[in-house]
Nanobody, 115 residues
Framework: VQLQASGGGLVQAGGSMRLSCVAS????????MAWYRQCPGKQRELVAS???????NYADSVKGRFTISRDNAGNTVYLQMNSLKPEDTAVYYC??????????WGKGTLVTVSS
């Protein structure tokens, strides 16, 4: 499985950004797809996840600001990030879990939020 993340860059605090993660092949086979992030000097943490049934889960720090969604026809998962804060600065990683297989990770995309 290949996951290609894109959409990172530099944005001012209060701004918005959308990350995209395109998977090789049909994403129906993934039980869960998610976005993680890793801030400098910190452990990677879950930002948001979405199941094949469309159930979503968010880290408390991003609830009400971030939205995860999936486009099954386009084999793509999105992370819409609004009201960005400097503490959202991190490398964001796409994640996919298929039943009975090891999870897959995409290469990270850097999001920098300036104050």
């Amino acid at each position: 499985v290949q996951l290609q993340a894109s959409g990172g860059g530099l944005v001012q605090a209060g701004g918005s950004m959308r990350l995209s993660c395109v998977a090789s092949g049909n994403i129906f086979r993934f039980n869960v797809m998610a976005w993680y992030r890793q801030c400098p000097g910190k452990q990677r943490e879950l930002v948001a996840s979405i199941t094949s049934g469309g159930n979503t889960n968010y880290a408390d720090s991003v609830k009400g600001r971030f939205t995860i969604s999936r486009d099954n026809a386009g084999n793509t998962v999105y992370l819409q990030m609004n009201s960005l804060k400097p503490e959202d600065t991190a490398v964001y990683y796409c994640y996919a879990q298929e039943a009975y297989k090891s999870p897959s990770w995409g290469k990270g995309t850097l999001v920098t939020v300036s104050s």
